[in-house]
């Protein structure tokens, strides 16, 4: 019995361990984001974009960081042109993710390129996406409105 509870409190203690460690960006991107945008996120020619040396660039500014974390709780849908590729697409909303792991996620992809020092999201940046209400396709129309202030990559 005495065993038993030592062993229930060591199991805890290494599960609170491991739910305090910061999320792994990389392994969440090869297990959530790869089969669509390829494991090097170099994506598929008029399917799914490439998110290499682009996501870094789109969060340089302010409204950039506030589009990619829309894309990731609400999800995309509609015609966008990455990198001169037309796909006219659908994303699903990964909003099931935590804010801590949609933010390890999108600063893994901001620094998988050559934008130097890497942007890096906060867990408030992805709270404050999250409690925006948006559809698939304002998120593209907010695309859209991004492109046209700072041109997209
Ligand atoms: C089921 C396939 C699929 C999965 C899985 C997926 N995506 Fe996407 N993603 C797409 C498609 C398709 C688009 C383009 C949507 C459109 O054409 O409107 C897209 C668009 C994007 C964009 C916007 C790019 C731009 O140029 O504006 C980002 C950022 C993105 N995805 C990140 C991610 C991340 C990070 C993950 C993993 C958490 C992920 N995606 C998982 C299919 C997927």
Same mark, same amino acid.
């Given at each position: 019995m005495r065993l038993a509870v030592a062993s229930a409190a060591a199991i805890l203690a290494v599960s609170c361990a491991v739910a305090q460690a910061a999320p792994d960006g990389n392994?969440?991107? +090869?297990?959530?984001? %790869?089969?669509?945008?390829? $494991?090097? +996120?170099?994506?598929? %020619?008029?399917?799914?974009? $490439?998110l290499k040396n682009r996501v870094g660039k789109i969060a340089a500014t302010p409204e950039g960081k506030a589009y990619l974390a829309d894309v990731l709780t609400h999800g995309l849908s509609g015609s966008i042109d990455a990198a001169g590729d037309s796909i006219s697409g659908f994303m699903p909303s990964f909003a099931r993710l935590s804010d801590e792991q949609i933010a390890a996620i999108l600063s893994a992809v901001a620094a998988m390129g050559d934008t130097k020092p890497a942007p890096s999201f906060t867990v408030a940046e992805i709270a404050a996406a999250r409690a925006r209400s948006l559809t698939?396709?304002?998120?593209?129309?907010?695309?859209?409105?991004l492109d046209g202030k700072h041109k997209l990559p």
């Open positions: 392994a969440l991107f +090869a297990a959530n984001c %790869a089969a669509c945008h390829q $494991a090097d +996120a170099s994506g598929m %020619a008029g399917q799914f974009p $490439a698939p396709a304002a998120v593209n129309a907010e695309r859209a409105t």
